[in-house]
């Protein structure tokens, strides 16, 4: 890549011509196109699940068999699926395309002797930049000329504080990198990465490289299609193969295949799953967090593990003075952000500028020695210039501190030599020198201090006692900046004899709100492990003070020298993580995912965002986040606020317990129909059930039920509970047990009521024992709602929905009943009396049995535990 620059061109930049040549050799300075999905692929996909393919498998089916009716309904089930998949991913998408907002349009260049603004895609290497505060760095460059420069690079490294840039510094301080923002001073630099190349692009393309994963809901529903597929297509052959051989009519008996194989597959289960997770969706997005995927949130309510960023995801990333030390006395500064509405204390009593004159010259150097500004904008305060600055600016006003009133005389610009900055500025009738900068380099420019006891030489004894004091604010993981000053100065004042007048200590605060959704996930049963790219003392800090437990920091130096064996033995341990690189975080996810970890990632920077891809669920920020980080991930956090993953996991939660619940609800209703007719089969009687009064029952009265089942709400325990092993499916031992009890129950109470009415013809019995089954797993659903308590102790009527289903399906097989072009449909007949007497009675244990059991385990239960 050609990325030199001819000693001449380092004032006239390159000509329009050799820029243009470059462009061609290089390509436009821009990443890999981010592209919305098209709508054709994401419709297509909504088509690709195992249990989707099933059905479409048995629409064709039952198409070639000449069943059109039935045909037609497993096609508009299969349609109704896939548009209400599609509806949420494509809003997710399109929501999301709204949030790409990252590069600059433009940027400053000098061409051809002269500065111009062009397109950002159009920089090329040898390029020569103009950037100052406020800038988006075009591409990656190197300083030729800067004054006080400093930018913000967390979105590349984590590293929350502002990051001093000068000519030729080292390890890295003479670069800029693209998508870093440049938040005080000024220079020029020579372009020598652009696009794909640069650092930003380089981890982009590790993102990309990463496969889409499958979710751990997909993974469970794909194992329950196909074990429904094979024993759809092995049972429902077997059957009619075994009619075959013993005399049966072959047509009869394919007949009976067919409504076997309909029977066992729960055609409305991808529906319901669907609707259940469409509406689960819709609720985050008015809890602002706005799911890319449906199955996302139900794969964050399964994580056993959640991989946080600090900066701008824990923290604030907004810097705020949190203490001021002077003369041995500490002050205490409450409020977070740019907000000047916190206050200051001195032994838990508030002061201000007018109450304490050590306090007051300290704050008129904040106030006065800086260029950044405040602004209020409605009911939010914005900072203009440095983040350190602007925390010093937002302690002075809260002291309610006097602005100045009149330009500085003199600005003595912060350099990377003398760690520090000075202006001097009329106070009053005096000319004062004020100076804020390193506390070692500010200590070797005094003479006096602020001591108890007012102003006095700066000894051996003071200074050690300020050292002191420093030593303990940055074990603190603070950064700490001394402040001092020159009374009686002139306008040409030397940085000499100064008076030091204290330290105010900064940090990256973290959001107020992330202590107690740290603390629910812990009870959830959920590991929080903070990887960073800051500081470890600043990491460590952070983690304790929002409750994480950290009994060892590791930094991305220290991983590297570890292998997976060692590495495996410390994520047993309460351990952060430091320093890291965007390689670093994949290795951690990966590695944690082999332990058997259901893995959440947040985070917002570009740093991010190969971690954010490899996790089971990447959650991005919204707000802060950068384009590479939301399209990596499965869950964006429109409020960026963490507290929103904890009501994400509660969700998540709900959902895969109500998925349980409606799953066993509609395999027991299945269940009862393939063990009916299996048994009629043996049995030598007529078919029992029809294959379109199945697909009734499978599509219509059981689907519409089911659904209510997904709107139970979360209950306290599932916030009390650990994470289910990855291992756990939708069916385990217990739920197979009660999918076989309630199957055998319907099963032969319809087979008696079909035996008992046979006398009075076949068209009779058969819609006498359709509507059985119908009413009997109407009345079975209250078992489901939940598998530990009593329908007594949730409220009969506390899921409204649930008792508008019952009523609205019962109606339905009302009208199956009575209506004649559904009795033409459906080949029913009119029921008398007898019928629905027998059929009622017959309901009663499906509602009694399962409540009594439950209240008599969970009494048991209470015993237990008295005892």
Excluded at 82 to 102: I, K, P, S, T
Excluded at 293 to 318: F, M, P, W, Y
Excluded at 558 to 581: G, N, Q, S
Aim: net charge negative; proline share 4%.
């Amino acid at each position: 890549m050609v990325t030199d620059i001819a000693e001449k061109d380092r004032n006239t930049g390159l000509s329009s011509a050799e820029a243009a040549r470059r462009l061609v050799e290089v390509g436009p300075n821009a990443l890999a196109e981010v592209k919305i999905t098209p709508a054709w692929r994401i419709l297509l996909h909504q088509f690709t699940g195992t249990l989707v393919v099933l059905l479409i498998v048995a629409a064709v089916a039952a198409q070639l068999l000449g069943e059109r009716v039935d045909a037609l309904a497993i096609w508009l089930v299969v349609i109704l699926n896939g548009v209400l998949g599609f509806l949420q991913e494509w809003r997710a998408e399109n929501a999301l395309a709204a949030l790409r907002n990252m590069l600059s349009a433009t940027a400053r260049v000098i061409r051809d002797g002269r500065a111009q603004e062009i397109d950002t895609r159009e920089i090329v290497p040898g390029d020569l930049v103009m950037i100052g505060a406020g800038d988006r760095v075009p591409a990656d460059m190197r300083l030729i000329n800067a004054l006080e420069v400093r930018a913000d690079e967390s979105v590349l490294t984590g590293e929350s504080f502002p990051v001093e840039k000068s000519v030729g510094g080292e390890d890295g301080r003479g670069g800029l990198m693209m998508g870093t923002a440049v938040v005080a001073g000024r220079g020029e630099g020579i372009v020598t990465a652009t696009g794909g190349r640069t650092a930003f692009g380089q981890i982009a393309v590790l993102a990309g490289s990463i496969e889409d994963k499958e979710t751990h809901l997909s993974r469970q529903l794909g194992r329950l299609a196909r074990q429904l597929g094979l024993a759809s297509v092995g049972i429902g052959a077997a059957i009619a193969v075994a009619g075959i051989l013993v005399g049966r009519s072959i047509i009869e008996m394919v007949m009976v295949g067919l409504s076997l194989a309909v029977a066992i597959v729960p055609e409305g289960l991808p529906a319901v799953v669907t609707i259940s997770l469409a509406l689960g969706a819709a609720a985050m997005v008015r809890r602002q967090a706005l799911a890319r995927h449906l199955q996302a949130i139900e794969t964050l309510g399964a994580a056993s593990v959640i991989c946080s960023d600090k900066t701008g995801t824990l923290t604030e990333n907004r810097m705020t003075a949190q203490f001021v030390w002077i003369g041995g006395r500490r002050y205490e500064v409450s409020g977070t952000g740019y907000d000047p509405a916190g206050r200051i204390t001195l032994n838990g009593q508030p002061v201000r500028h007018a109450d304490d004159a050590d306090l007051a010259a300290l704050l008129e150097v904040a106030v006065g020695c800086t260029n950044a500004s405040l602004h209020r904008e409605g009911s939010d305060w914005e900072m203009v210039g440095d983040p350190t600055e602007g925390a010093l600016v937002t302690l002075a006003y809260k002291g309610w501190t006097p602005l100045p009133k009149t330009p500085p005389l003199v600005e003595k610009p912060f350099s990377s030599e003398r760690k520090r900055m000075g202006m001097v500025r009329r106070i009053g009738d005096d000319i004062h020198l004020l100076v804020k900068g390193a506390p070692e380099r500010i200590l070797d420019a005094c003479t006096t201090w602020r001591g108890p006891d007012g102003p006095k030489p700066l000894d051996s004894v003071a200074r050690q006692q300020i050292l002191e004091a420093l030593a303990q604010l940055t074990g603190q993981g603070q950064r700490v900046i001394a402040l001092a000053r020159k009374p009686d100065a002139n306008a040409e004042a030397n940085e000499e004899e100064l008076e030091f007048l204290g330290l105010a200590s900064l940090i990256d605060p973290p959001r107020p709100e992330v202590a107690e959704a740290i603390a629910d996930c812990g009870r959830a049963g959920i590991r929080v492990i903070m990887i960073t790219g800051d500081d470890p003392n600043t990491a460590r800090a952070i983690a304790q003070s929002v409750g994480l437990e950290v009994d060892k920091v590791v930094t991305g130096a220290e991983l590297d020298e570890i292998d997976d064996a060692a590495l495996e033995k410390l994520l047993r341990r309460h351990v952060l993580f430091a320093r890291t690189a965007p390689q670093h975080k994949m290795r951690l996810v990966q590695a944690l995912q082999e332990t058997g970890k259901i893995v959440g990632m947040t985070g917002d920077g570009v740093n991010d965002a190969p971690a954010l891809k490899r996790a089971d669920i990447g959650i991005a920020m919204g707000i802060r986040g950068t384009d590479v980080a939301k399209d990596a991930a499965d869950l964006v956090l429109m409020d960026d606020n963490f507290a929103t993953i904890a009501a994400a996991i509660r969700e998540g939660r709900r959902q895969f317990e109500n998925i349980r619940r409606f799953v066993r609800y509609l395999l027991s209703s299945n269940a009862g129909e393939v063990l009916a007719i299996i048994a009629n089969v043996a049995f030598g009687g007529p078919l029992i059930f029809l294959p379109t009064q199945i697909l009734w029952m499978n599509l219509v009265t059981d689907s519409v039920t089911a659904l209510t089942l997904g709107l139970e709400k979360a209950t306290s325990e599932q916030m009390r509970v650990p994470p289910r092993p990855l291992s756990a499916g939708i069916l385990d031992l217990h739920a197979l047990l009660m999918i076989l009890a309630f199957g055998s129950y319907t099963a032969a109470a319809s087979l008696y009521v079909f035996y008992e009415f046979l006398p009075q013809g076949e068209e009779i019995a058969r819609t006498a024992a359709f509507t059985a089954m119908v009413l009997f797993e109407k009345s079975s659903v209250f078992a489901f709602r939940s598998f530990t308590r009593s329908c007594t102790r949730l409220g009969w009527f506390s899921n409204p929905w649930l008792i508008l289903a019952l009523v609205a399906m019962i109606g339905a097989q009302l009208a199956a009943v009575y209506f004649p072009p559904l009795q033409s449909l459906l080949r029913t007949q009119p029921l008398g009396s007898e019928h629905w007497q027998l059929i009622g009675l017959l309901c009663l244990p499906l509602i009694l049995v399962p409540e009594g059991i439950k209240m008599v385990w969970r009494g048991s239960n209470r015993q237990e535990a008295s005892e």
